[in-house]
């Protein structure tokens, strides 16, 4: 009598799960970099709205104490 040994082999919905992992995990630089971009542009947008918002102190501050000479 033959007995058969059940072999261990990964099935096709497995093969398809690891291939995209892989291919996430090949994304992943690309997806840090624009993260990377995106953080500095909104640091860039945060800095110039400070200064607006810094710039528009000083006028209130400079027409105020006018007002009170």
Partial sequence: MIQWKKD?????????????????????????AEMEDALCEQ?????????TIEQALCDLDEAINANKE
């Fill in 8 to 32: 261990n082999l990964t099935t096709r919905q497995e093969k398809e799960t690891a291939a995209k992992k892989r291919q996430e995990h090949e994304q992943l630089p690309d997806r840090v």
């Fill in 43 to 51: 640091d860039a947008a945060n800095d110039e709205r400070m200064s």
